[in-house]
Nanobody, 130 residues
Framework: QLQLVESGGGLVQAGGSLRLSCAAS????????MGWFRQAPGKEREFVAA????????SYADSVKGRFTISRDNGKNTVYLQMNSLKPEDTAVYFC???????????????????????WGQGTQVTVSS
């Protein structure tokens, strides 16, 4: 079974930066995208970013465009989320996930749907103070 472990979270001041890492272990049985989601206190978990297996295409939530960058290094079995210009509203638990079965229930953008992701990490806390 594929296992995902996030790291790199912490406490930073507004305007600061963090880089999250997601280390994968076990066999990767497909070449579907991987993504990052987050869940803020009192809110539902939401899509943040996704990246194809090759790394050639990426997708971002409007709230993080221009500030966050997703990347991957398949040789290291690791996906990254570089977060710059952090805001207090970015405070959340961040989860790494891997697509297992595409869900096309919302106009075919399966990589933005939580239902498409069958593998999840335990989450890492990001807290942005002001």
């Amino acid at each position: 079974q594929l296992q995902l472990v996030e790291s790199g979270g912490g406490l930073v001041q507004a305007g600061g930066s963090l880089r999250l890492s997601c280390a994968a272990s076990g066999r990767i049985i497909n070449r579907y995208p991987m993504g990052w989601f987050r869940q803020a206190p009192g809110k539902e978990r939401e899509f943040v970013a996704a990246i194809t297996w090759s790394g050639s295409e990426t997708s971002y939530a409007d709230s993080v465009k221009g500030r966050f960058t997703i990347s991957r290094d398949n040789g290291k079995n690791t996906v990254y989320l570089q977060m710059n210009s952090l805001k207090p509203e970015d405070t959340a638990v961040y989860f790494c996930a891997a697509v297992s079965r595409p869900d096309y229930s919302d106009s075919g953008t399966y990589y933005r749907n939580q239902a498409s992701y069958g593998y999840w990490g335990q989450g890492t806390q990001v807290t942005v103070s002001s």
